[in-house]
């Protein structure tokens, strides 16, 4: 397999892993529909200085959404979008705001770690905050 290969599929292996908690993050902002969700998250993979791209199809976001509606995270309602067209709507419910504080507290604790002060150092990311 080629360099290039390896790299991309390692990329998208990392990036997926961060994509359901960025599509849980995105929801308790606002009430979004599923296109809305994957305009967001392009702006998080949105690579313009290396030549890889993480495109957020829908059938990738979909299958996350309904799983987080099965555990309850969110919940989704048919409405009329701005052009008139049948949608739905994804909002955050009270287990998946606990889901999302649960996350804080663990990237705080993270970011009082040295090791993975380090780790993120070595990356080439400084964290500048410190959870207390």
Do not use: Q
């Amino acid at each position: 397999m080629a360099d290039k290969e390896i790299d991309d599929k390692l990329i998208k292996h990392y990036s997926n892993g961060l994509v359901r908690n960025i599509v849980l993050w995105i929801i308790s902002k606002e009430k979004i529909h599923g296109y809305g969700i994957m305009k967001r998250l392009d702006e998080f993979f949105d690579f313009r200085d290396i030549d890889f791209e993480i495109k957020n199809k829908s059938s990738k976001i979909y299958p996350i959404l309904r799983e987080m509606e099965d555990n309850l995270l969110i919940v989704g309602e048919w409405d009329i979008n701005e052009n008139n067209k049948r949608v739905k709507y994804y909002s955050i419910t009270d287990n998946g705001l606990l889901i999302l504080d649960k996350l804080r507290c663990f990237i705080g604790l993270m970011s009082n770690n040295p090791a993975w002060i380090d780790f993120y150092s070595d990356m080439g990311v400084e964290i500048n905050e410190k959870c207390n």
